[in-house]
């Protein structure tokens, strides 16, 4: 797997961020009615959204605007690895 760059704004920088796939993006309910949200991200919490299906994106979209009203502030959380077969 690749390591994701990203742009900081402090000065510019470009720093390598974990593995996307180790991370996990959570948006949870408010009220606790309703599926709460988890997208693979890097350490930082960026999502690459051009990875994602469309439904996928909908949906993301939907908690990013949602925050506050239906879902919570995201939090970032190591992804469970997968079982050796």
Do not use: K, W
């Amino acid at each position: 797997m690749r390591a994701i760059f990203a742009r900081r704004a402090l000065g510019g920088t470009s720093v390598a961020l974990a593995q996307a796939s180790h991370y996990e993006l959570h948006y949870a309910r408010l009220l606790g009615v309703g599926p709460s949200f988890v997208f693979p991200c890097d350490a930082a919490g960026n999502v690459e959204v051009d990875s994602l299906t469309e439904r996928a994106r909908e949906n993301y979209r939907f908690a990013q605007s949602a925050v506050g009203v239906e879902m919570s502030l995201p939090t970032v959380r190591a992804a469970p690895l997968p079982l050796p077969s």
